[in-house]
T-cell receptor, first 111, second 112 residues
Framework: AQSVSQHNHHVILSEAASLELGCNYS??????LFWYVQYPGQHLQLLLK??????LVKGIKGFEAEFIKSKFSFNLRKPSVQWSDTAEYFC?????????FGKGTMLLVSP | DTEVTQTPKHLVMGMTNKKSLKCEQH?????MYWYKQKAKKPPELMFV???????INESVPSRFSPECPNSSLLNLHLHALQPEDSALYLC???????????FGPGTRLTVL
């Protein structure tokens, strides 16, 4: 069965701290990977995606993620977080059509 | 046009009402999706339409009835809902041959 797990449900950081959110997936065959962000009261926005090629993917707002096939991981990183990064972050995986979401990580950045 | 639009933004309805949610995209995408999202939870897939035909129904109760009148439009008809159906309803679409989904802003539904 396809599954996505996110390691942390809640993360609290101070501004300027570095961020790494863990994501592991279990999928048969070719997998496409995504990170979505949902700011308070807003809709899902795509941060970045990986289909193939360079395993280090750069997204919007200074985020990046690294696909490590041997570890079935797709961790999200940002060198220096800002208060405005406070949001829920969802990792998702897809084989062909449907997306499987992780449970999400709530990031709270204190000023 | 590179977005998915949803109307209304907010909807309050009683348990005996009939209402509809609307989703529209003009990106030529041939797959469209309905999701339900509860607070602080990931979206849960409800229905998938591929080329205007229902391809996936994730065992959704019959009080939710999807409709795809054409390749750009997706409706979700609501009837006799329960308070626990209150949630954010998200629509998404994806291009042919791609698993990337583009999400709309959602309709926040409250059932009284």
């Amino acid at each position: 069965a396809q599954s996505v797990s996110q390691h942390n449900h809640h993360v609290i950081l101070s501004e300027a701290a570095s961020l790494e959110l863990g994501c592991n997936y279990s999928y048969g065959g070719t997998v496409n990977l995504f990170w979505y962000v949902q700011y308070p009261g807003q809709h899902l926005q795509l941060l970045l995606k990986y289909f193939s090629g360079d395993p280090l993917v750069k997204g919007i707002k200074g985020f990046e993620a690294e696909f490590i096939k041997s570890k079935f991981s797709f961790n999200l990183r940002k060198p220096s977080v800002q208060w405005s990064d406070t949001a829920e972050y969802f990792c998702a995986a897809s084989g062909y059509s449907t997306l499987t979401f992780g449970k999400g990580t709530m990031l709270l950045v204190s000023p | 046009d590179t977005e998915v639009t949803q109307t209304p933004k907010h909807l309050v309805m009683g348990m005996t009402n009939k209402k509809s949610l609307k989703c529209e995209q003009h990106m030529g995408h041939r797959a469209m999706y309905w999701y339900k999202q509860k607070a602080k939870k990931p979206p849960e897939l409800m229905f998938v339409y591929s080329y205007e035909k229902l391809s996936i129904n994730e065992s959704v109760p019959s009080r939710f009835s999807p409709e795809c009148p054409n390749s750009s439009l997706l409706n979700l008809h609501l009837h006799a809902l329960q308070p626990e159906d209150s949630a954010l309803y998200l629509c998404a679409s994806s291009p042919r041959g791609s698993s990337e989904q583009f999400f709309g802003p959602g309709t926040r539904l409250t059932v009284l």
